[in-house]
């Protein structure tokens, strides 16, 4: 407990330094923290709900590289709803279809330099389902570009669907700078 407590510490100290205005609430733990370069992945979750969140922080990173990783994303998401063309030829229909109702597609908020995505899960966290018997969780994408400090900060933040709620800590996050 006490490790945990001084690690959390850590923690804040180190978001501090990364000026940034972010806390972790008590509820969600540090499970996991490594480092590659100049990207950083914490990893946290919930011991009394269902609730994880994963934060990378890249820095060195330029608003180019933002805009560009921003749109990737957005594309990428977007993939994940949208009917396609089928990938092989001699098929039976030309498209694919994912039927997803209007009330079933992710919610998207774009800012200059922020990018949320609010969407709906299966018991593995994966997005892009539509079918009300699959879909058991829901979560949150946000990318967050502080110019000043060249740092990008990805939230991903999911829970169960009942105990889910656009957490404080992820909507109040504000650059420093």
């Known amino acids: 407990m006490k490790l945990m407590l001084l690690i959390f510490l850590i923690l ?3 978001l501090s330094c990364d000026s940034v205005n972010f806390e972790v609430p008590e509820d969600l733990k540090l499970t996991k923290a490594h480092q590659f370069d100049n990207v950083t992945y914490r990893y946290y979750e919930s011991t009394q709900h269902e609730e994880k969140l994963k934060l990378t922080i890249k ?15 957005t594309s990428r998401i977007a993939q994940l709803y ?4 089928v990938p092989y030829l001699g098929a039976i229909t030309k498209e694919i279809s994912t039927d997803c109702k209007e009330e079933d597609l992710p919610e998207v908020f774009l800012k200059e330099t922020e990018f949320t995505v609010i969407y709906k899960a299966n018991n ?14 829901k979560g949150i994408l946000k990318l967050k570009y502080c110019p000043n400090s060249e740092r990008l900060f990805k939230f991903e933040y999911s ?10 800590f992820i909507k109040g996050f504000k650059c420093k700078d």
């Open 12 to 14: 804040l100290i180190n």
């Open 59 to 73: 820095s060195n990173f330029t608003r180019k590289q933002f805009k560009s990783y921003k749109h990737i994303e």
């Open 82 to 85: 949208n009917d396609s063309r």
């Open 124 to 137: 593995k966290l994966h997005y892009g389902i539509c079918r009300k018997e699959l879909i058991s969780h």
């Open 159 to 168: 829970s169960v669907l009942d105990n889910f709620t656009f957490k404080e």
